[in-house]
């Protein structure tokens, strides 16, 4: 199974802060990446698929990138409604393992 | 506008069975897979697998094979999911979610069924 490690996990941060989280895979997964934010109490929500497409409907401040082993999160102006933890999920095999999540917490 | 809306939360006991169901509206049913995933309290995300809503075919990631089903209605365009013989460590909130692209992505979330499995 592919393993995908999250860092960190853990970041407090401040409106306006650019902020990166970074998903590493066990082995190579090409492109074949999404990114989740989920809300407490919520579903998770689709932000970016593909390693660095931009799902319809979510703000530009998000950007994907990577491919390979090393894929990165940006939110480049962090924002109130931005509080919450970001999960990177692996596409390319089964089982489609996430990762173990990054909780974004208010400074 | 494409909606999934699961069924209710559900207590059950140590030994019983729950099935939970995952209405969709707003697209063809068929044309998308469903996925289920699990997420246990104050834990992460936990990807259960996936049915293909066309042939019905499951597929199931290691540790939910044996007492998790997946399953339709096509004709009420649901899908279920099955527990058996619970157990309480499958206390979790399970969710179903569509699935579209030659990359896979989980575009359409239920809102999540509680099972808690307690004596």
């Known amino acids: 199974d592919i393993q995908l490690t999250q860092s960190p996990s853990f970041l407090s941060a401040s409106v306006g802060d650019r902020v990166t989280i970074t998903c590493r895979a066990s082995q190579g997964i090409s492109s074949y990446l999404a990114w989740y934010q989920q809300k407490p109490g919520k579903a998770p929500k689709l932000l970016i698929y593909a390693a660095s497409t931009l799902q319809s409907g979510v703000p530009s401040r998000f950007s994907g990138s990577g491919s390979g082993t090393e894929f990165t999160l940006t939110i480049s102006s962090l924002q109130p409604e931005d509080f919450a933890t970001y999960y990177c999920?692996?596409?390319?095999?089964?089982?489609?393992?996430f990762g173990p999540g990054t909780k974004v917490d208010i400074k | 506008q494409v909606q999934l809306v699961q069924s209710g939360s559900e207590l059950r006991k140590p030994g019983a069975s729950v099935k939970v169901s995952c209405k969709a509206s707003g697209y063809t049913f068929i044309s998308f897979a469903m996925h289920w995933v699990r997420q246990a309290p104050g834990q992460g995300l936990e990807w259960m697998g996936w049915i293909n809503t066309n042939t019905g075919n499951p597929t199931y990631a290691q540790g939910f094979t044996g007492r998790f089903v997946f399953s339709l209605d096509t004709s009420v365009n649901t899908a279920y999911l099955q527990i058996s013989s619970l157990k309480a460590e499958d206390t979790a909130v399970y969710y179903c979610a569509r699935a579209m692209g030659a990359i896979t992505r989980l575009d359409y979330w239920g809102q999540g069924t509680l099972v808690t499995v307690s004596s």
């Open positions: 999920q692996q596409v390319n095999s089964y089982p489609f393992t």
